[in-house]
T-cell receptor, first 117, second 117 residues
Framework: GAVVSQHPSRVICKSGTSVKIECRSLDFQATTMFWYRQFPKQSLMLMATSNEGSKATYEQGVEKDKFLINHASLTLSTLTVTSAHPEDSSFYIC?????????????FGPGTRLTVL | AQKITQTQPGMFVQEKEAVTLDCTYDTSDPSYGLFWYKQPSSGEMIFLIYQGSYDQQNATEGRYSLNFQKARKSANLVISASQLGDSAMYFCAMREWSTGTASKLTFGTGTRLQVTL
């Protein structure tokens, strides 16, 4: 099946630094990718929809200046957490769908666990 | 109102038995899709099964089947012959087509399934 990779899988950083997370679709093209955040024992909450070649669409309450999204190609989207703080510590997961497959499933990356000290 | 409702925070099932995980949804869109994902402790989201709103038959994928009752707006997941490896969080999700080709998934709160010997 389709594969989505995410890098890094884990990152620990100091408060105030920025962290970049990459999401790649390995064997299909994705004009749209999705970024989710999941706190412990909670569901996935959509943060933003990443659109290739255009601006991302952010969900209500998500700061677009804090969570920068770039979707430079049909196989790569990046999420940058700027000036990270301990409350940004979470599990970040990206998702993508093969746009050539109408009705196809959404595939998820393995996730990135961010810990901000 | 919640779009996806999973009323069972936790379920236990004995190995080799069948188990049903409940999911109800709320939408006015005539065209939608329902998904089930499994999330083991590693955090990855594993696609299990998909049901389209216009599909005439209930979806099946190996030991997974979806009991789709459109009038009741329910899409319960049935796992037959449970295995220890089925222990995980299970999420029900919906995509509404009216939101366009970049339509996002909305997730329920999840059900934690524990398979016992």
């Amino acid at each position: 099946g389709a594969v989505v990779s995410q890098h890094p899988s884990r990152v620990i950083c100091k408060s105030g630094t920025s962290v970049k997370i990459e999401c790649r679709s390995l064997d299909f093209q994705a004009t749209t990718m999705f970024w989710y955040r999941q706190f412990p024992k909670q569901s996935l909450m959509l943060m933003a929809t990443s659109n290739e070649g255009s601006k991302a669409t952010y969900e209500q309450g998500v700061e677009k200046d804090k969570f920068l999204i770039n979707h430079a190609s049909l196989t790569l989207s990046t999420l940058t957490v700027t000036s990270a703080h301990p409350e940004d510590s979470s599990f970040y997961i990206c998702s993508a769908r093969d746009f050539l497959l109408a009705g196809g499933p959404y595939f998820f990356g393995p996730g990135t666990r961010l810990t901000v000290l | 109102a919640q779009k996806i409702t999973q009323t069972q925070p936790g379920m236990f099932v004995q190995e080799k038995e069948a188990v049903t995980l409940d999911c109800t949804y709320d939408t006015s869109d005539p065209s939608y899709g329902l998904f089930w994902y499994k999330q083991p402790s590693s955090g990855e989201m594993i696609f299990l099964i998909y049901q389209g709103s216009y599909d005439q038959q209930n979806a099946t994928e190996g030991r997974y089947s979806l009991n789709f009752q459109k009038a009741r707006k329910s899409a319960n997941l049935v796992i037959s012959a449970s295995q220890l490896g089925d222990s995980a969080m299970y999420f029900c999700a919906m995509r509404e087509w009216s939101t366009g080709t970049a339509s996002k998934l909305t997730f329920g709160t999840g059900t934690r399934l524990q398979v016992t010997l």
